[in-house]
């Protein structure tokens, strides 16, 4: 027999527990694609039932189906355009009236819905009723309870599903409802023309068509234009001619009414259908009374100011031992893999191409993931909407929204963020000027692979003073994420602000399943784009710093003297085995003979904390290949570029050491500290510790203090990395992402040259 498919959408507002029933209704079977032409993430997952086969595509969470906003246009046009058999709505029933106003909109359109009707356990606690039967009956859309957390009702959910997908296939008579005695008589007149024109028939309804008129959407008067100009023409001059009369008698636009009237609507039936058993004060004055503290104009801001301290606390405290585990693991892999490959280019692409730049991203993993748990549990317990009602008034200064602060926080606004998932946080901006804005600011926080940079330049330049240093940094990334904004603001991206329309929902405590999902979906994403991103330019970054190789002649010197090493190694060896002597005898007079490791051998005896005794001659080879590999990558492209660039860096105190690393740090600001310290001619270093570049920096004459202060601006502020940059194109376009290239880099530059300049004025 024949298989039966249908396309059935899931829709509904944010945080209506969407995620919960896609989950629980589809199991494992999903697949994740793109909607196109924006970045919201689309998920399909597969019901089987019989015989019946169904696609449950996932709809982006959204209030409403404007065209302006990312998520709702690819809502709306998945409606439109892909015309699902049937929707499913999920409504938060606990507030029935404000859920129902998507649902509204998608009868309007003609879309055959289910309701939902989610979250009936918070209902019942509420001492809430809800009359179902009289609920289905009013807004004519079957309808079912369901407490998505617990599966409860899906069985029904799905079967009610295919019933009306059998039933209706993707059509329903629209949902008329009035819109007053202003709108209506003009909404029939622009219905008739419509109908008449056959203006959008394959998009939706022809009174559809009217109210979008109405609204203004823009979307849909382009189309409407292309298609029949004249038609167009008349519709919109009606609605001009309406607007005019809205505004001198009543001062409000057309869409407002329309909104007003929904809202009507919806509220006569919430009266009729919701009733209170008992009293749900308690939960709402509960909430009430934790908002009279928590967002207290004093009290506010500085709980605020804790919560975000301990969030960083718990994230760094907690997050380094896994950190350090992965770090761990992946220099023991290096080191594995080393030993087991003879000397060559594969290896080393291997070793310091793949694996250093793979186990750089990964490594950030485990912090990622603490992070995102945390802010997830702020944000399902409603608090991150308590945090953007603060700050919305001071980032309103600076050209941003509320909503703000979170891309911001999560790009590092507590130290050790990353641009990455701060970009992609930016999709709850609803304003595409505000989110702009937001997506250039991000980058110039202080993120985490930024940190090791501070922290070794601190530990060099101002030791003890290393907490001082970050916080101060931290700060100055908030500064200048501000700072950028209103400029941005003021001029190449001027606009209105949105209004802070943001309900402050009651208070709910987060469950542990749902941080979960969130985490773990957050997180994957940031493995998923920035894993095969960062693999790729770990390969260009490991070619730009190895090739041109050195030539034989250029190497010559080297292979002289490691060989002059080993023969000095192998006559001390002779000398030794012919005198009789105990080993530890052995291992001193070995010391003797190089006095270099000699003292080190001396100091770590004196601590006693060095258990194995160190070869002097590995000591002197080690030293050797260390002063190779700075005469090689000196040699290769990026130091020669690092050379070439001495005499437009020198204003601000860098060196061609240090601009080699600037410019590894294009690809992933990760690389900076460990190319700084191959190009001292250090080696391999322990990237967090830092010490010995530490120390060889502080004692070089050519890289004062003031430089180091002057990399320390420069680092926070200068281009995006790669990821950052791709992920940041993905967002807003490739021509804002290589903006944020040129423009931070310049801004960049002129702090670290002023300060540089300035530090030397003054001695
Ligand atoms: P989405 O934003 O619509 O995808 O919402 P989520 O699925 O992430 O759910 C938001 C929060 O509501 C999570 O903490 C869920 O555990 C919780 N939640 C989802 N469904 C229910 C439900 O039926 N009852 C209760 N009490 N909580 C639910
Ligand atoms: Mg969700």
């Excluded at 029904?156 to 007053?180: C, D, F, H, T, W």
């Excluded at 009543?250 to 509220?267: E, K, N």
């Excluded at 702020?378 to 700050?391: F, K, P």
């Excluded at 080190?600 to 601590?607: I, N, R, S, V, W």
Aim: hydrophobic share 50%; aromatic share 8%.
């Amino acid at each position: 027999m024949e298989k039966q498919t249908y396309t059935i959408g899931l829709a509904g507002n944010p945080n209506c527990g969407k995620t919960t029933m896609f989950n629980a209704l589809t199991g494992g079977h999903q697949r994740v694609g793109n909607w196109p032409g924006v970045t919201v993430e689309k998920k399909i997952g597969k019901v089987t039932a019989g015989d019946i086969e169904i696609d449950v595509v996932d709809l982006p969470g959204t209030y409403s189906l404007t065209s302006y906003a990312d998520d709702e246009r690819a809502a709306r046009n998945f409606l439109i355009d892909d015309k699902p058999a049937v929707v499913i709505d999920v409504l938060n029933a606990d507030s029935l009236e404000r859920n129902l106003y998507l649902a509204i909109q998608m009868m309007e359109l003609g879309v055959p819905l289910v309701l939902a009707l989610n979250m009936m356990d918070e209902v019942r606690k509420n001492g809430k009723e809800i009359n179902v039967g009289l609920l289905a009956q009013l807004m004519d859309s079957p309808t079912v309870e369901t407490v998505a957390r617990s599966g409860i009702g899906k069985r029904e959910l799905i079967n009610e599903a295919i019933r009306v997908a059998q039933a209706k296939n993707g059509k329903a008579e629209p949902l008329r409802i009035s819109y007053g005695p202003d709108l209506d008589p003009v909404l029939d007149e622009m219905e008739l023309n419509i109908s008449k024109a056959r203006l959008l028939s394959d998009k939706g309804p022809a009174r559809w068509v009217g109210i979008k008129y109405l609204e203004g959407d823009a979307s849909i008067r382009r189309q409407g234009r292309e298609r029949n100009e004249s038609v167009s023409r008349v519709l919109e001059a009606m609605v001009e001619n309406v607007s005019r009369h809205l505004k001198a008698t009543l001062g409000a636009t057309p869409d407002a009414i329309i909104a007003d009237y929904r809202y009507g609507f919806l509220a006569g039936i919430a009266k009729q259908v919701v009733s209170y058993t008992r009293t749900n004060a308690s939960r709402i004055a509960l909430s009430d009374r934790m908002d009279r503290v928590l967002t207290q104009q004093v009290l506010g801001p500085l709980i605020m100011a804790a919560t975000i301290y301990l969030i960083y606390v718990l994230t760094f405290t907690v997050g380094k031992i896994p950190m350090d585990w992965m770090q761990t693991g992946f220099t023991w892999l290096g080191k594995t893999v080393e030993a087991a490959m003879p000397e060559g280019m594969l290896r080393s692409l291997l070793v310091s191409g793949i694996i250093a730049g793979v186990g750089g991203v990964l490594g950030f993993v485990p912090l990622i993931m603490i992070m995102f748990f945390l802010l997830s549990a702020l944000e399902d317990s409603g608090y991150v909407a308590r945090m953007a009602y603060m700050v919305d008034r001071i980032f309103r200064i600076f050209g941003l929204h509320g909503v703000s602060v979170l891309p911001l926080i999560v790009s590092g606004g507590i130290a050790g963020g990353c641009a990455v998932p701060g970009v992609m946080a930016t999709r709850t901006l609803r304003n595409p000027k505000e989110k702009l804005a937001t997506v250039l600011a991000a980058p110039l926080m202080a993120c985490g692979a930024k940190v090791p940079v501070f922290l070794m330049l601190a530990a060099a330049f101002f030791p003890g003073e290393e907490a001082k240093v970050m916080s101060i940094v931290t700060l100055c990334g908030w500064i200048a994420a501000l700072f950028v904004a209103k400029l941005l603001r003021s001029t190449l991206i001027k606009g209105e602000s949105t209004p802070f329309v943001m309900e402050l929902p009651p208070y709910r405590m987060p469950t542990l399943r749902g941080l979960c999902i969130h985490t773990w979906e957050r997180s994957w994403q940031y493995v998923r784009k920035a894993g095969t991103v960062i693999l790729c330019i770990s390969i260009l970054v490991w070619a730009a710093m190895t090739f041109p190789a050195l030539s034989e002649d250029q190497a010559k010197p080297f292979e002289d003297r490691i060989a002059a090493i080993q023969v000095q190694a192998g006559n001390a060896r002779a000398n030794l085995e012919e005198t009789e002597a105990t080993p530890a005898e052995k291992a001193e007079k070995l010391g003797d003979f190089n006095a270099n490791a000699g003292k080190a051998q001396a100091e770590a005896k004196t601590t006693g904390d060095a258990v194995e005794v160190t070869d002097p001659t590995a000591e002197a080879l080690k030293t050797v290949e260390a002063e190779k590999s700075e005469a090689s990558l000196r040699n290769s492209l990026a130091g020669r570029a690092g050379a070439v660039l001495e005499s437009v860096m020198s204003p601000a105190g860098f060196n061609w050491r240090v601009n080699i690393a600037l410019l590894g740090g294009f690809a992933a600001k990760e690389v900076i500290v460990a190319t700084l310290a191959t190009a001292y001619s250090l080696g391999e270093i322990d990237t967090k510790a830092a010490a010995p570049l530490s120390e060889t920096l502080a004692q070089d004459k050519s890289f004062p203090k003031a430089a180091a202060v002057a990399l320390i601006a420069f680092v926070l502020l200068y281009a995006p990395c790669m990821v950052t940059v791709v992920t940041m194109a993905k967002e807003v376009g490739w021509r804002w992402a290589t903006f944020a290239v040129g423009f931070n880099t310049v801004l960049a530059y002129m702090v670290a040259v002023v300060i540089f300049q300035a530090a030397r004025f003054m001695g």
